[in-house]
């Protein structure tokens, strides 16, 4: 089926007189007649439910929707994005070992990276988005065991250069993760670029509504781990906590990833999607298709309006031409990127606040994403306890703006912009 069709109807086909819509499962327990019967489920001989906190029917009709967008073999739904992508990587990392990320990525990641993991005994080597090939290379070591970037990144625009760092991923024999929550699978589909893995926090676009907090880790049944079977162990030999299961050799590439995550670290850690969460996040996926083309239409329009105007200094959208990421995005964001776009004004942090005083459509909201237009000074809000120079250093100056385009008229969004901007 087409990416419009799969938003609709994939995941989920009910039987004769079933409910057509998904069933919230809000059950935390599954009864079964025999410990028999359950103990092949344990044993994951059976397919069925006996807990919550490691499946669902509900969360698991919407992972196969997910999985079939991404074009995936296999995925599953977490409490949040931020457990979405510490799952990603802890599955196949552990104390001693190492990762190479792009430093252009969200904040949140950026210090479960950088500080959570590191903690753990995971280190990590941040490299640039526009390194090159030969930079890339010099930032593996032998412990190396993932390599990881968003297709565009949270909240500094920057497309990655997937193909690319497929290549090299791939040259040292690790997979490479892509969290794809700003392009969605209607924009960019990483698997067809060379990722291995990909992240969603679905609490963004796939939800659309500001409703419920939530991620998805989707596998592409691509990467060979027992071609590297010395690297992931935890993937090609027996798993002593799960009755001494070998992943790989039961579940195949297509599974053994989402088979572990699951049967290990949700077990173990418990960041499940709630049902009700799970059947929301459906709602918003059945119209992504129609509202990720409206989304990169007002962006789009708002980019270029912003671009001409007097008292802005920057935009930073890739869908504009002058955008040092737009060839990037032409390649992998044909279609357009996403609805969040960054600005700063010639005033400074002075004009900053005098704009952000004035909207009056335009939410003041740490959120992006949504359905409605929100808008966001990290200076005067998220970033305000830094100097306007280190602001400078973590790449949100204190003239920034970043604005998550909404789903409204795009005349009564330039005209709230406009208003604003003539305060400055």
Request: hydrophobic share 40%; charged share 20%; glycine share 8%.
């Amino acid at each position: 089926m087409k990416t419009n069709t799969i938003c609709v109807q994939g995941g989920y086909t009910p039987g004769n007189g079933e409910p057509r819509q998904i069933p919230i499962v809000q059950s935390t327990t599954f009864k079964y007649d025999t410990s028999e019967d359950m103990g092949k489920l344990f044993d994951l001989e059976a397919e069925g439910y006996f807990y919550t906190r490691l499946q669902n029917p509900t969360n698991d009709y919407v992972a196969a929707k997910i999985a079939e967008l991404e074009g995936g073999t296999a995925a599953m739904l977490t409490s949040s994005g931020q457990a979405a992508n510490f799952f990603a990587l802890f599955n196949i990392c552990e104390c001693g070992d190492h990762i190479v990320s792009s430093s252009s990525i969200y904040g949140g990641t950026f210090n479960l990276i950088s500080v959570t993991m590191k903690r753990m005994g995971i280190d990590v080597t941040f490299v640039s988005p526009t390194a090159t090939e030969e930079e890339l290379n010099a930032a593996f070591r032998p412990n190396t065991k993932a390599m990881f970037g968003e297709t565009i990144a949270n909240p500094a625009l920057t497309v990655l250069d997937i193909e690319l760092f497929a290549k090299v991923a791939h040259a040292h024999g690790v997979p490479l993760i892509v969290d794809n929550t700003f392009a969605t699978p209607v924009g960019c589909r990483p698997f067809e670029w060379g990722a291995d893995i990909v992240t969603h926090s679905t609490t963004k676009y796939m939800d659309g509504h500001g409703a419920g907090v939530g991620g998805a880790i989707v596998d592409s049944g691509n990467f060979d781990w027992m071609a590297h079977a010395d690297k992931y162990p935890g993937l090609t030999t027996p798993d002593e906590s799960y009755h001494g299961v070998n992943y790989s050799e039961r579940f195949g590439n297509a599974g053994a990833f989402i088979t572990k995550c699951t049967t290990q670290l949700m077990r173990d850690l418990g960041s499940i999607q709630s049902p009700q969460n799970a059947f929301l996040l459906n709602l918003g996926l059945e119209s992504l298709h129609v509202r990720m083309k409206r989304h990169c239409e007002n962006g789009q329009a708002v980019a270029e309006f912003l671009h001409d105007h007097p008292k802005v200094a920057y935009v930073n959208y890739c869908g504009l031409p002058d955008d040092p990421y737009h060839a990037l995005a032409e390649k992998y964001l044909p279609n357009g990127s996403c609805g969040v776009v960054s600005f700063g004004l010639a005033g400074g942090r002075e004009a900053a606040s005098t704009f952000m005083k004035n909207l009056k459509l335009a939410a003041i909201e740490t959120h992006v994403a949504d359905a409605r237009t929100c808008c966001l000074n990290p200076a005067s809000s998220t970033h305000r306890q830094m100097t306007d120079e280190q602001l400078k250093e973590a790449g949100v100056p204190a003239e920034l703006i970043r604005i998550s385009v909404g789903l409204e008229d795009i005349e009564d969004l330039i005209a709230d912009l406009a208003q604003a901007l003539e305060k400055c």
